[in-house]
């Protein structure tokens, strides 16, 4: 079992950058596959970035690709993510979740055991 902490989160502007940390506390986080995802006011909770357990496989929602960066640090038991040119439509709680053994085809967040309480992110126009 694995918990999970995020930080990082605030109020920024448009066009601004944040990268968001999320620290696993318990065993073997390198088994767990890790994800952020993130969740609107009334919408549902969508899929931000994954990373497979070793760190070389990633993968990305349109919605962020070119501008979201995801990556981990085993050694930490830390996964990140960097987040650049930000948008008012990125304003949103962001999650990080892990299972176990995933991989990059574990890409919605149903597929998610642990989950973290979740950062604020507030971009501003």
């Known amino acids: 079992q694995v918990q999970l902490a995020e930080s990082g989160g605030g109020l920024v502007q448009a066009g601004g950058s944040l990268r968001l940390s999320c620290v696993a506390s318990?065993?073997?986080?390198?088994?767990?596959?890790m994800g952020w995802f993130r969740q609107a006011p009334g919408k549902q909770r969508e899929t931000v970035a994954v990373?497979?357990?070793?760190?070389?496989?990633?993968y990305y929602a349109d919605s962020v690709k070119g501008r979201a960066t995801i990556s981990r640090d085993n050694a930490k038991n830390t996964v990140y993510l960097r987040l650049v040119s930000l948008e008012p439509e990125d304003t949103a709680v962001y999650y990080c979740?892990?299972?176990?053994?995933?991989?990059?085809?574990?890409?919605?967040?149903?597929?998610?055991?642990?989950w973290g309480q979740g950062t604020q992110v507030s971009v501003s126009s």
């Open positions: 979740a892990g299972k176990l053994y995933g991989s990059t085809q574990d890409r919605s967040p149903g597929e998610y055991n642990y």
């Open positions: 318990g065993r073997a986080f390198s088994s767990y596959g």
């Open positions: 990373i497979d357990r070793s760190g070389l496989g990633t």
